[in-house]
């Protein structure tokens, strides 16, 4: 049963001129993993503090499994946050913080006590009941955090960058912790990051935001193969660019003339709006380096401008002729051998899968 | 209140809920609102009935004539008594200023720049004193500047002089010593802020560019300290205008100030809206000598800087 | 690196705190000296130690009652003025509220308006009112000096609050009344405590207020100043004052450490 438990339309949050969030419509499955994606100042704090309730929109609705919340005051809500400072209460211990939104259920102490080690044991942090917030390391802080919002079994957690104060390693369990805790506990999760590594990792889908809209709301296997537009497609990822014209269409499969390429198939994701500027775009990983002229019939020559040596892998920097800039293609150092004849400079080929050439509009 | 399996129950919603849910600033004012209501009370609306007051004429006991009447400003301004008041009040406020920020300027300088260590420690010497009665501290230079004081007795004893001073005490002289003293947290707390504040790496980078001890302080270190001055110089000129015990204790007739003035009529005068004609013309001119004042040193500050 | 070794210029410089300091503790320390000294006379030579003083206001009937005075005056002043101040700062620091700073500098007025004005101000509007003058007139007068300085220190308190402390007890369930209970007081307990004893010390202390909008029924300052125009009972006012003195001290001494040990627990961030 996937019915959204979250429904968006037309949410936006204006401050004087400036429209922090810009007409959002989004809907959010029921126990999905969704993430908002974006720079600072995309507006995705803005519209996480609005599902929660301490921002009120300007206007449109916000939705939560099929209740407006127009009035529903934040402490009414079903939801429950994890703050980007975590707001550990300073004056009180691990487990009457854990235990803080217990109070209005009457629970009977030892009631309490058996929730507060169940919900400390979900994150691993089972025998700090009496820890002092100031005994806590940052890592140790947010699983407190995450146990006392999760202890109140909300219908949705929202999490507001709660990774980023947290060092790479740590980031990186963290993110694998999560991800297996949502899927145990069956809640949905919104999950607010501008790492966009982050968001591909653990989500189910993603809303990439800028300047106040969504640009795109999709898988990450979507986000990343299928972006809708050249924003998006540089956010997520490296991605190469080349301005083209068109010559045919047929769906979405279309023939374009491409500076350096020449005459190519390519992908449009989306219909091309009619008279605009066009650019191709295909990840540094979906072309193919050759030394010698390869079968595939998506080919061309090309001459070696730089290296970068990244001990898995290497990005090469290429120059094509009429192509204007160089492009960069990446590939794994599997054989040793090959990457230093590569490395070696001329007489070289450049190859791709027909379907792995996107052409998006050059502008939003 | 949601309960884990079931449905929110939204509160019943007005128009008046809605409108305090939307409005963060109406939920500001609305938690302002008692402060604010007896800071009306008891300021404002006191200042408005002093105002309105200053125009009525009194009457034999405690009533009064309200028909509107300039005479009691035309007294204040005229005649000779309160003119010299206010211009010796002045000028005891002036030099009281100027005193007590000369001297109270290098020993912040000294903590600020240099004691490495447990500066707080010297913050809270420095102000104690101040945290006492001040009724006290004044009566304390009366104990010292008297007669048969200590000064006088202890030069007395040790054989300096034969006969006590009397020029030390009942005179504007002594006003200032007093005030000078008393209010001298007033000057120190804002410039050692002010002090603190500065970057360390420009007053690095003039030693550097070839500037000498003294140049550094006067290009440097004077100018971005201002603020601090500037803000003493207005905490002290305003309230001793209008200080009514030093002047009471220590000033004697000669050292009289227009508080006493201000006072006598609310007492044995009995003409209360002389009083508080008196009152809020001294407030009017502080106000504007203030006024230009801040606005020359801007001025000024800006040339140099 | 002429900033960091010892300079030259220092020396005269170290003398002058020295000294200056001096000029401010010795005038103070001057009424606890003559308090124990056996004589009336406040003049040098010293003539011996006597505590007499300090045993005679013990059984003043008068100064007692005038301690009581200051006392009630005092702790409601506190009260009112803390409650108000914590209001008036956590309005300003939690919500955006347009033209709140000149609202402010409208509160923070009485600490630049000599008080004489606000004094006379005060009695004017009161007699107006056909109100008789009383201990609730004085403490009325004291609330006026002391909202300005209880909202600074509780403004400052607050300023470090981390805002969010506030909205995850509201996203855990408590209304506005709840949260504030459970979370604001709590974690502004310290300032609120500073603030009362700031409140308490300049209510105790105050004269020219006490003096304008008092009655027969006189505050200890004002009872002090009536002694005056008795020498004999000089050395009396001496005592009283130096035992003011050291509580003051130690009350405002324990107002600051209360402020600043406890500033690390207004943030809940690493």
Known sequence: ????????????????????????????????????????????????????????????????????????????????????????FPHLDVARNVAFGLRKERLSRDETRARVGEALEMVKLSGYESRRSDELSGGQRQRVALARALIKRPKVLLLDEPLGALDRKLREEMQLELRTLQRSVGITFVFVTHDQEEALTMSDRVAVMSAGHTAQVATPRDLYERPVSVEVADFIGKMNFLPCRLLESNGDRVTVDAAGLGRVAAVAPRPLPAGADLVVAIRPEKLTLHTTEPEASARVTCRMQNTAYLGDRSHYFVDIDGAGRPLAVSAQNADAAVARELAAGSGLWLSWAEDALLVLPATS | MTSAAGTVEAPPTSAWRRLLMRSEALRG???????????LGIMVIPMIGMLVLSFWTQLAGTTFDSTFTLKNYADAFTREMYRILFVRSLGISLVTTLATVLLAYPMAYFVAFHVKRHKMMWIILMTLPFWTSYLLRVFAWKIILGYNGAVNSGLMSLGVIAEPLNFLLYNPTAVVITLTHAWAAFAILPIYVSLEKIDRSLVEAATDLGDGPVMRFIRVVLPLSMPGVIAATVLIFIPTVG??????????????????????????????????????????????????????????????? | MAERTVRTGNRPLALYAALYLGFLYVPVLFLPLFSFNDSIYISFPLKGFTLEWYRSMAGNEPLLRALMNSIKVALATATISTVLGIFAARAVTRYRMPGSRPLVAAIMLPLVVPEIILGTALLIVIMQAGGTLSLLTVTLGHVLLCVPFSMAVLMSRFEGFDRSMEEASADLGENAWWTFWRVTLPMAMPGIVASFLLCFTISFDEFIMAFFLGST??????????????????????????????????????AEWLRRGSSSSTSGAQ
């Open chain 2, 29 to 39: 004012y609305l938690l302002l609102s008692p402060t604010l209501l007896v800071m």
């Open chain 3, 217 to 254: 029924d006189p505050t200890l300052p004002v009872f002090m100043w009536n002694q005056l125009r008795f020498p004999q009972r000089l050395p009396g006012v001496l005592a009283l004052g130096s035992c003011i003195l050291v509580v003051s001290f130690f009350v405002i001494a324990l």
């Open chain 2, 243 to 305: 200080d009514y015990v030093t002047p009471s204790l220590v000033g004697g007739t000669d050292g009289y100030m227009i508080s006493n003035a201000i006072q006598f009529q609310f007492a044995r005068g009995n003409n209360w809206p002389l009083g508080a004609a008196l009152a809020l013309s001294s407030m009017v001119i502080v106000t504007a000598i203030v006024v230009v004042y801040v606005l020359l040193v801007r001025r000024l500050t800006a040339r140099i800087g």
């Open chain 1, 1 to 88: 049963m996937t019915e959204s438990i979250i429904s968006l339309a037309g949410v936006t949050k204006a401050f004087g001129a400036f429209r922090a969030v810009d007409d959002v419509s989004l809907d959010i499955a029921r126990g999905e993993f969704f993430s908002l994606l974006g720079p600072s100042g995309c507006g995705k704090t803005t519209l996480l503090r609005m599902i929660a309730g301490f921002e009120v929109p300007t206007e449109g609705s916000i939705l939560i499994d099929g209740v407006s919340m127009e009035t529903v005051p934040p402490h009414l809500r079903p939801t429950n946050m994890v703050f980007q400072s975590y707001a550990i």
